[in-house]
């Protein structure tokens, strides 16, 4: 993920009271007192640009899909004249063109599998946060910014609510062999070892676990929207992920309607029958206000009804994005 020239830099340091040698420190460490009161107004206005453009793209993309679709069904099938019996059989023109930008529509909500997402959990030493986020912050930009890996940095935070002082990152690759050759690219690098062995000494414990996102609901492309982050984590009873996708399926466009979702991924290696979910509040006072408002929208409370009993455990944290996050 690193070019060979940029693993090469070493960042400056300095010396402790104690003589030894630390990183100097030029990321600044967030926290939940950088949330300024009273910008939700400022959030809504940004949350509502990037909804008009996210929805403009899709558009967009929908229409080429449904053109290229269309054009190909048309170079595969002969022409035919139409009349009554020729509707009864293949459907009216305008119902062939509906089935194509259907067809096309329901092709890029399956492509979504060529995704792989990881969820990293590093609990940093209080001690040691400073280092860690000077540390990690010069290498992961890094390596998402390697043209050559197949990798991309959803997001990086910390926990202020919850885990404090747990930092999550989430990745995500080109299918496993996205994963595996971005892995392999890093890892045998010559620079990796003096990070790792840096970072070590930081950690109390890491825990990852590889996911996959529900098709119904892609994972955002960066924005930067400024807020906090709420983290939901669910461990549901064996055998009721596809119940629990059914009902969410169903509940989400309610629950979109108030507030701003990043993405939802279900744990295929790790952490099983695990569910996460990441929304992006203007603050703690706007979370409350729209958690309420969406139990007043038909649908919702009746998602809720039918997923409790699939819970066995539920969690949440509250973040704040580092700086070099590509969605804050």
């Keep these: 993920m690193l070019s060979r020239q940029s693993l090469r830099t070493m960042r400056p340091t300095t010396t402790?009271?104690?003589?030894?040698?630390?990183?100097?420190?030029?990321?600044?460490?967030?926290?939940l007192s950088d949330i300024?009161?009273?910008?939700?107004?400022?959030?809504?206005?940004?949350?509502?640009?990037?909804?008009?453009?996210?929805?403009e793209q899709r558009r967009q993309q929908e229409a080429k899909a449904a053109q290229i679709a269309a054009t190909q069904a048309a170079a595969h099938q002969p022409p035919r004249k139409a009349g009554p019996l020729t509707n009864l059989i293949y459907g009216t023109k305008e119902g062939r063109e509906l089935d194509a930008q259907l067809q096309a529509s329901f092709s890029q909500v399956l492509a979504r599998g060529k995704y792989v997402h990881s969820i990293t959990f590093d609990q940093v030493k209080p001690e040691c946060v400073d280092d860690y986020v000077a540390l990690v912050g010069e290498w992961y930009p890094k390596w998402a910014g390697d043209k050559e890996n197949k990798v991309h940095l959803?997001?990086?935070?910390?926990?202020?609510?919850?885990?404090?002082?747990?930092?999550?990152?989430i990745w995500?690759?080109?299918?496993?062999?996205?994963?595996?050759?971005?892995?392999?690219?890093?890892?045998s690098h010559p620079s990796y070892p003096s990070f790792s062995q840096r970072l070590a000494p930081l950690l109390y414990k890491r825990h990852t676990s590889l996911m996959q996102e529900f098709s119904f609901w892609p994972t955002t492309p960066p924005r930067q929207l400024g807020g906090i982050f709420e983290l939901r984590s669910y461990t549901l009873h064996p055998g009721n992920l596809l119940e629990w996708e059914t009902h969410w399926r169903r509940g989400l466009k309610a629950r979109r309607e108030v507030m701003e979702g990043v993405g939802a991924w279900?744990?295929?290696?790790?952490?099983?029958?695990?569910?996460?979910?990441?929304?992006?509040?203007?603050?703690?006072?706007?979370?409350?206000?729209?958690?309420?408002?969406?139990?007043?929208?038909?649908?919702?409370?009746?998602?809720?009804?039918?997923?409790?009993?699939?819970i066995q455990s539920m969690k949440s944290r509250i973040l704040v994005p580092m700086s070099w996050s590509p969605v804050a």
């Design 154 to 169: 959803v997001g990086s935070w910390r926990g202020e609510v919850g885990d404090v002082d747990t930092f999550v990152h």
């Design 266 to 310: 279900f744990v295929q290696i790790g952490d099983l029958n695990t569910v996460h979910h990441l929304w992006q509040f203007a603050d703690l006072e706007e979370r409350r206000r729209q958690r309420e408002e969406s139990w007043a929208i038909k649908g919702w409370a009746e998602t809720v009804h039918k997923t409790v009993p699939l």
């Design 36 to 55: 300024q009161p009273n910008e939700a107004d400022s959030f809504n206005a940004k949350q509502k640009l990037f909804r008009e453009q996210l929805a």
């Design 16 to 31: 402790t009271a104690a003589g030894l040698l630390r990183p100097f420190s030029t990321k600044k460490t967030p926290s």
């Design 172 to 187: 995500e690759y080109q299918r496993y062999t996205g994963l595996h050759s971005s892995l392999s690219s890093v890892t």
